[in-house]
C-alpha cells in the first residue's frame, strides 16, 4: 500500500468493506489518513469525535480490554468492531477499527433488543436486583440480552471484557442504553453479540453467567492475577473472598492485627498450589453434580500435608498462612450449606454448624461465647457481608446495620461483627426466656461508598454532553447523589 491518503482508502474499501459502509465522510477520511502514518503512531490510536470515538490497532487478543479500560470512566452505550479481511500491510496481523459510542440515539432502548424481550426483562429488573438475562442463539454466535437495575458505570465494561477472555468469548458488537437513567431505578439495558466455545456448550455457560451475574459486586484485588492467569475462575474467587472474610471473624480473637481479611487474600495469591486444594475440596463437598464425600475424604488428607510440611524457611510466615489455611479447612468442614453453585445471587452464603468455634487454634472459645447457637449464617458481597445467629430453630429478632464512614472506620468496625452479632442475639436469647421462640439477631456491614464520586462524575458528563444548563446539572446531580447514597 503505497503512503498517501487514497491508497489507503482504497484498501480500507477492499478489506474493510462493513467499516466503510457504517462511517460518516469525516471518520473515513480521518482513519484513511491515520494509516498512511500508521508506523509512527502507538499501537493505539484513540480518535475523538463530539460523542463517539474510533479506535485504530491491531486485532490483538487483548484489544477489548485495553480499550474498555481507556475509556472505563466514561458511559458507553454501543461499542462494536469491525476486522479487516487480511493483514494490515507492513504488520502480520488484521486491522481492528472500534466504535465506542457515548450518546444515546433516538429510540436507543428500542435498537438493544426486542420489544418482546425487552418488555420481559424490565419487569422483572424492576423487582430484583440480579441481572436478568436471556439467550438467543444463532449459528456459531449468540447474543446475550440483559437488564440490570442500578449498575455501577465505572469500569464495568472493561471487566466484562476481561471475563469474556477468562472465558475465550469473543464479543463483536454491544449495544447498551438506559432507562430512567437519573433514578434509583435505573435500568441498563444490553445486547452482546458473543462468538466462541461458549456457544452450545451448557457447561460453560453456565459457568460463564454465574460469573456475569456477579460481575455488579466485583472489583479488582489481589486474587484478580490467578483469575486473568486462569489459575482460578471468577466464580472461585468469589468463594475464597467469602472465606477470607469469615475466616477473619473467626482469627480476630486469636490475632486480629495478623489475621487480617487482606492476610487472608495474601495467603490465598502466595501459596496457588494450597489455594487449589482448597477449591477442590470445597468442590468435592457441594458441586450439585460432581460431589463426592470419598473425593473430599481423599483431598482432605492431601491439604492437611500439605499443610504440614508447609516451609519456606520463613516460618513467621508459614505458621500464619498455615492457620489460615486451616480456618479455610475449618470453615468447609463445619459448612453445611451454600449458593456458591446457584444462579440469581448477589453474594456468596454459607450456613455454618457453630460447632467450628470450637475448632480455632489459640482460642477458648467459652471465655468469650459461653453458649454455641443453633445455627450460624454468613453472607459476603463486594461491598458488604453480614451474619445471622440463633439460638433455636424457631427464634426471633432484629437486625443491625453497620455503614462504616471510610477504609479506617471500616477497619476498625470490621473485625468486630461476629462478635457483635453473637452479643446481641445471646442477650435476646435470654430476654425470649419465657416465650416459646429463642432468640436471633442479624448484622449487615457495608464497606465505605467509595463509587458515588465516580459514578458522579460520569454522570456530569453526561449531562454536560446533552447540553443541559449548569444550574440545572447542579440540581440534578445533588438529588441524584442523595438517592444513591440512601439507595446504597
Known amino acids: ?13 477492499e478489506h474493510l468493506p462493513t467499516f466503510v459502509a457504517d462511517a460518516n465522510e469525516e471518520e473515513y477520511r480521518v482513519v484513511s489518513h491515520t494509516l498512511v502514518y500508521s508506523e509512527e503512531f502507538e499501537e493505539y490510536v484513540f480518535l475523538n469525535f463530539r460523542h463517539t470515538s474510533l479506535v485504530v490497532s491491531l486485532d490483538r487478543p487483548e484489544a477489548d480490554q485495553m480499550i474498555l479500560k481507556h475509556y472505563g470512566e466514561q458511559n458507553i452505550l454501543e461499542y462494536r468492531s469491525f476486522v479487516s479481511d487480511g493483514n494490515l500491510v507492513g504488520y502480520n496481523m488484521p486491522l481492528r477499527i472500534t466504535r465506542v459510542c457515548f450518546q444515546p440515539a433516538q429510540d436507543a432502548a428500542e435498537k438493544v433488543m426486542p420489544a418482546d424481550i425487552k418488555k420481559e426483562l424490565v419487569e422483572e429488573a424492576l423487582l430484583k436486583d440480579h441481572v436478568q438475562t436471556k439467550v438467543v442463539a444463532a449459528g456459531p454466535k449468540a447474543t446475550l440480552y440483559f437488564a440490570w437495575r442500578n449498575v455501577q458505570k ?14 475465550n468469548v469473543k464479543i463483536s458488537n454491544l449495544r447498551f442504553a438506559y432507562i430512567d437513567p437519573l433514578s434509583i431505578k435505573c435500568i441498563l439495558l444490553g445486547s452482546i453479540v458473543m462468538e466462541g466455545a461458549i456457544v452450545g456448550n451448557e457447561k460453560k455457560y453456565k ?19 490467578l483469575v486473568d492467569s486462569a489459575t482460578i475462575t471468577g466464580n472461585q474467587a468469589n468463594v475464597l473472598r467469602a472465606i477470607a472474610t469469615l475466616a477473619e471473624q473467626i482469627l480476630s480473637d486469636v490475632n486480629a492485627a495478623l489475621f487480617t481479611e487482606e492476610m487472608c487474600l495474601e495467603a490465598f495469591s502466595f501459596h496457588p498450589e494450597l489455594t487449589i486444594k482448597v477449591l477442590e475440596l470445597f468442590n468435592a463437598k457441594f458441586h450439585p453434580e460432581e460431589h463426592d464425600l470419598k473425593i473430599f475424604e481423599q483431598r482432605r488428607a492431601e491439604l492437611l500435608k500439605a499443610l504440614t510440611e508447609l516451609d519456606t524457611g520463613r516460618k513467621k510466615h508459614d505458621d500464619r498462612r498455615r492457620a489460615i489455611f486451616e480456618q479455610a479447612l475449618n470453615i468447609i468442614d ?18 455454618l454448624n457453630p460447632a467450628y468455634m470450637d475448632n480455632v487454634k489459640g482460642f477458648d ?14 453472607v459476603k458481597g463486594w461491598n458488604y457481608f453480614g451474619f445471622h445467629i440463633r439460638f433455636r430453630d424457631l427464634a426471633r429478632g432484629g437486625m443491625r446495620t453497620v455503614i462504616s464512614r471510610d477504609q479506617e472506620h471500616a477497619k476498625y468496625e470490621r473485625t468486630n461483627m461476629f462478635t457483635e452479632n453473637y452479643n446481641l ?23 465505605p461508598n467509595e463509587d458515588v464520586e465516580f459514578e458522579r462524575n460520569i454522570v456530569r458528563k453526561e449531562l454536560e454532553g446533552a447540553g443541559m444548563p449548569a444550574d440545572k446539572i447542579k440540581e440534578a446531580l445533588a438529588q441524584w447523589t442523595k438517592e444513591q447514597t440512601m439507595e446504597y
Open 365 to 378: 472459645r467459652k471465655t468469650k461465647y459461653p453458649e454455641l447457637p443453633f445455627s450460624v449464617y454468613f
Open 425 to 447: 442475639a445471646y442477650t435476646q436469647q435470654k430476654k425470649n426466656k419465657d416465650i416459646p421462640e429463642g432468640g436471633s439477631k442479624s448484622i449487615c456491614f457495608l464497606y
Open 207 to 225: 459457568g460463564f453467567i454465574r460469573e456475569f451475574e456477579m460481575l455488579k459486586n466485583c472489583r479488582e484485588d489481589i486474587l484478580t492475577a
Open 154 to 167: 465505572r469500569f464495568f465494561l472493561f471487566r466484562f471484557a476481561q471475563m469474556c477472555k477468562r472465558h
Open 334 to 351: 463445619h459448612c453445611l450449606r451454600t449458593n456458591a453453585y446457584n444462579y440469581h445471587k448477589l453474594g456468596i452464603s454459607f450456613r
Open 1 to 13: 500500500m503505497e503512503k498517501n491518503d487514497a491508497a489507503a482508502q482504497k484498501w480500507l474499501k
